[in-house]
């Protein structure tokens, strides 16, 4: 059942029925988990805002503009700037100008689309062309429209391309000395600094058979921490930008206007809500800022375990519904456990989140949830059958405290749906009515059932009341056991058991005093009870067929204890009539019962039937009654 639960699980996933699930809650995880703590990042953004537009009066700025723009950068010492703004054709005036600047300072980078044109590829500038300055501007955007991965090449089979973000951290890493080279655990992986970034495959995290073109990695950016310093283009213009903001560090000039529409969302930010959209400026920043950090070691991209490695998580967890299942009862314990464990599975997701590690949560938590819910209810379904087989067993024959009892430890009593048989020692009680078959023989068959029904009912209750369990009835007569379920005795036990049989046979002798007056008004003759009571090991156990199934105990004990309550009874007959009650008891419940307030008479020692020795018998008296000794 578990296993199978957790085939429906990984079957769900695999089927990409839980992607979207997934990505939302590793976004949320994003959101929850602790923010970075950097020094700022080394870049500036330079933007062209909507008020930038009206007052150059035009859009898309000229070369001439963007030539001006770029001179003014420069001439403050950036160590290298980023131009998000495309340049394949020319935008009068100004080509001439822009050409110089470009040809004029190698560390202005521009930007293209990958492609070709026919594709919707945009070239760089054509002065570029050949060269390593060109950086293309593709983001990937999940079905649902975050971004939630980064690019470092592209190809298009023959020629390799470079991202922009990729493109302005290598040339800014590069007079810190740091330098791409193969990873020493695969040499097809790129390594950047202290930092290795392993390729994304089409299956890593939640995602299915998504699009792993290129050589991408998992964005894992200062979630809302930093804000980059930003200029308008206008106060670039008009040389109010301050140089310390712009010297030694990454410059990006990109546009911010809503009517360019170049804006995305990410999972990453500093809000628990859903992110707000990002220029793609700035998300091209915060892109550069990632590998900058990850190749100082300041932090690592997002991480995910292998196929084996998430299975094997998952697996551990539904493992521990199945637990839950098992070993929780109570709707209220039940529902406090299982929250707790999501509680403790979400904080687990969020740390390794801030760890840079990604580990599912949404198959894990339907597991764990799934199979404590399933494996409850199987529980549940084969506690109430063997409910069913213990008050089968049982009915009305013990009280409902006893029952209770039985059915907290039903583990230790039952095997299979059947009593498991064990030896125990029992203070056995039969009693039989003296002038029954008279009585019966005499009444209609209704009266004598209700009659007999009314009889039945009262001494059942004495019995259960007093801890006794009904064993069996034939007609008027009842059998009982005293200690039947006690699995653990000690002597004490059995002392007590001895003791609650003796004084149940008492407690019936003053109700049938009682039921006799009653029935004498209705005008039936007296009724007498015989009471035989034995202590000895008997075995107890469930006797039958599966379909017809009897609790029952057998052994010496019990038979000496049906030979006492039938011993002499022909002699009986002869007593005092108003005796309406004989108790004979055997010499070993003689021995358990210690110092009582009973008062005891030797009969003898008498030869049972079916034994081969005489056994020691005694009659029982409630102190006060001696006068009663025939």
Known sequence: MTFLVFLGVIGLRSQGLLEGLELEAYDWSMRLSSEHINESPPITLVTITDQDIQALG?????????????????AQGPRVIGVDIYRDLEVLPGRAALNQVLQRFPQIMMVMKFGKPEQGGIAGPTILKGTDRVGFSDMVVDQDGVVRRGLLFLDDGTTVFRSLPFL????????????????????????????????????????????????????????GVHAFPTFSLQTVLAGEVSQEVIHDRIVLLGVVSEGVKDYFYTSQCGSLTRCPRVPGVELHGHMVAQLIRNARGGSAPIATLSDGQEAGWIALWVLGGALVGFWVRGAWRFSVVVLFGLLVLSSIVVASIANSWWIPWIPTAMGWVVNAM????????????????????????????????????????????????????????????????????????????????????????????????????????????????????SEEDIRRNARDAVTCSLAMEQEMIRLNTRWQQQGLGLIRMRVGINTGPVMVGSLGSAERMKFTTIGDAVNIAARLENLQKDVWKNEDPNTVCR????????????????????????????????????????????????
């Open 168 to 223: 302005l951290a290598l040339n800014y890493l590069e007079q810190d000395g740091v330098k791409p080279e193969p990873a020493g655990e695969n040499p097809n992986w790129l390594k950047l600094g202290q930092t290795v970034f392993r390729p994304f495959e089409s299956h890593d995290g939640s995602y299915v058979n998504a699009d792993a073109q290129g050589y991408q990695f998992l964005l894992n950016l200062d979630r």
């Open 58 to 74: 035009h859009w898309p700025i000229s070369d001439e503009m963007l030539a001006k723009a770029l001179t003014r950068i420069q």
């Open 583 to 630: 108790i004979l008891i055997g010499e070993t419940t003689k021995q358990h019962l210690g110092v009582h307030p009973w008062f005891l008479t030797e009969v003898g020692s008498v030869m049972l039937k079916g034994k081969t020795q005489s056994v020691p018998v005694y009659r029982l008296y409630l102190k006060g009654t001696e006068q009663r000794v025939p």
């Open 374 to 489: 399933v494996v409850t209810a199987f529980i549940s379904k084969r506690e109430q059958q063997e409910r069913r087989a213990v008050m089968a067993l049982f009915s009305r024959h013990v009280s409902p405290q006893v029952a209770a009892a039985v059915w907290e430890q039903r583990e230790q009593f039952l095997e299979q749906g059947r009593w498991r048989p064990h030896r125990q020692v029992v203070s056995t009680v039969f009693t039989d009515l003296e002038g029954f078959t008279t009585l019966a023989e005499s009444m209609p068959p209704n009266q004598l059932w209700e009659w007999l029904n009314d009889y039945l009912d009262t001494m059942v209750k004495i019995i259960t009341d007093h801890g006794g369990l009904i064993d069996d009835y034939y007609g008027d007569m009842i059998k009982a056991g005293f200690g039947v379920l006690t699995r653990e005795q």
